[in-house]
């Protein structure tokens, strides 16, 4: 029977081109024993469902759909590692969700994660994550993932409660914000 965090990945979110969904699901084609779980409805939940048909890999990946947060909660702590990947254009929005971290961490799932200043650099140096930058980070990240899954899960565990997540996501937010203004000047 499979026990706590070995039913593979899991994404909580909308469904959106930003979300960099299909890098993982490239890479799901390396590890044929991986599964991926998607909880969450959106735009590009079609185009997602085609390219899992396109590739081959549906038995790999279960679209679960809108589920309640009391539901997801309860099912959390069965995957090994929850996906928060976000691309740089999603400005502000890419940091709209500091529970889904938040609870990815409190179920003891380490985080693949793409490069959030600070957000990141925290789960890194906690080692209760890793930064992934393109298709060949992932499979190094899951390497790193299964060797670690038990120090990884009570780094997660500690680093739920450790900090107040909505001052960070507020403070990468603000960053970005900073940034992007400067930029256009």
């Not at 890098?23 to 599964?35: N, R, V």
């Not at 889904?100 to 925290?122: F, R």
Request: proline letters at 3%; aromatic letters at 8%.
């Amino acid at each position: 029977a499979k026990g706590r965090h070995d039913q593979g990945l899991v994404f909580i979110g909308n469904l959106t081109k930003e979300k960099g969904l299909e890098i993982i699901l490239e890479s799901l084609k390396q590890f044929p024993d991986l599964k991926l779980t998607i909880f969450g409805k959106g735009p590009n939940e079609q185009s997602l469902k085609e390219l899992t048909q396109k590739m081959g890999i549906e038995k790999q990946v279960h679209f679960l759909g809108q589920v309640s947060n009391e539901e997801i909660l309860n099912k959390l702590s069965n995957y090994s590692a929850g996906i928060a990947l976000y691309k740089a254009e999603e400005s502000y929005v890419y940091y709209s969700d500091p529970l889904k971290v938040k609870e990815y961490l409190a179920a003891g799932l380490p985080i693949i994660i793409s490069d959030v200043p600070e957000i990141g650099e925290l789960l890194v140096n906690k080692k209760a994550g890793i930064i992934i930058k393109n298709k060949e980070d992932i499979s190094k990240a899951l390497a790193i993932i299964n060797q670690h899954k038990t120090a990884m899960s009570t780094a997660a565990m500690d680093l739920a409660k450790e900090y107040d997540w909505v001052k960070i996501f507020d403070r990468a937010i603000n960053q970005t914000e900073t940034k992007q203004i400067l930029n256009k000047g």
